[in-house]
């Protein structure tokens, strides 16, 4: 039950489900947050800065003819949902099947997912304690793709589900100069210099 002078993010804690965040989030002072949820344990992290935005709307672009052609759909970042205490927000979502219906379409399930990518500073601290990786391995999400972004150069790098394992193998790195190249889970070649503003 919650108090009588209500905070959700304190009267919710260890509680939080896809329901209870369509009846209270976002938080009004904390709208501009990213709002994941693990375990019913809600993770409030800030927006990417303006470097890390950059690579990831020009991701974004060069990712959408080959997904497209290949039948992959390039989302920003959706409420990726394994179960309904545990979303992850991915800074670009490609999916295999789109949403249907207003339900899926705020809590993408993640066996839409072919791929999540995250963009993260290089060599910075992670903004968050949400391993999105780990979860994303665990929910079955075929490849995961991590981008890093210095002040003068970015590391993009691959990562393939090993189902017997349970995780992620690298399949594919690039940086300094060099380009990523794949095949699956479409057609992938770009130079990491390109996310750089």
Same mark, same amino acid.
């Given at each position: ?86 979303? &992850?927000?991915?800074? &670009? ?105």
């Amino acid at each position: 039950m919650l108090s009588q002078v209500s905070d959700p993010l304190v009267d919710l804690a260890g509680r939080w489900t896809t329901t209870l965040a369509d009846a209270h989030l976002p938080v009004r002072e904390l709208a501009g947050a990213r709002h994941e949820c693990v375990d019913g344990r809600l993770v409030i992290g800030p927006w990417l800065g303006a470097a890390e935005s950059f690579a990831m709307a020009s991701l974004a672009t060069l990712l959408i003819p080959a997904a497209e052609a290949a039948g992959r759909h390039v989302y920003g970042r959706v409420n990726l949902t394994f179960g309904p205490a545990l979303w &992850i927000q991915p800074d &670009i979502t490609v999916l295999h099947t789109l949403p249907a219906g207003d339900a899926e379409d705020r809590w993408v399930p993640a066996g839409y997912c072919t791929m999540a990518v995250e963009v993260l500073p290089r060599g910075g601290p992670r903004r968050t304690p949400v391993d999105r990786s780990r979860r994303c391995a665990a929910g079955g999400v075929p490849y995961f793709l991590r981008v890093e972004v210095g002040p003068e150069q970015a590391v993009v790098e691959l990562l393939t589900l090993t189902p017997a394992a349970g995780r992620y193998a690298r399949t594919a790195r690039a940086s300094g100069g060099h380009r990523l190249r794949s095949d699956l889970p479409f057609p992938i070649d770009l130079d990491p210099a390109d996310l750089l503003p």
